[in-house]
């Protein structure tokens, strides 16, 4: 996905990467987005949550997780950090790991991407990983819905002002 780069400001207003995701507008539910800070101060990921139940829960949550980011370090069999934040967003405090994994080519236009598929003791929760140019993670976990491959092409970098504070 050549598209996707690093961005490089001389004061940055948010993460320094671009953040792949759905645009909000394209969305007709509730958004939230959140960052994962350094301690020096630089960010190390960012999820967006997506909600179409009403306030009861997320449907999806997107990350992108660059090179370095602690959240990408996992042990054998650990769910990724989107899981776990949509565990604890639904409330649900049951043991959930990984059970398998299996890599599948998707074709996005002129791109191949390598997404990852893992499958979880959680039935419900699908989820998809694939590493873009820019070597950022994404990760995809949705509760109750299937993740097909038609949601590839709804991915796009968000505009920076989205992460700016004022």
Known sequence: MSFLRRRSAATPAGPDFDV???DPGDWPGNLGAG?????????QGVFLRYDLFGGRGPA???GNLPEGSPARELEEGQIPF???QLL???ENEEQVDVVSTE???VMQGDNLLIVRRLKLSESRIACVQFDRSDNVLVTIASWDRPITDDL???LKPLPAELFQQG
Do not use: R, T
């Open 152 to 154: 590839y092409a709804l």
């Open 103 to 105: 890599d599948v080519p």
């Open 20 to 22: 792949l995701a759905m």
């Open 60 to 62: 999806m949550i997107i």
């Open 35 to 43: 960052l994962l800070p350094a301690s020096d101060g630089s960010c």
């Open 88 to 90: 604890l967003a639904l």
């Open 82 to 84: 989107e899981v776990a």
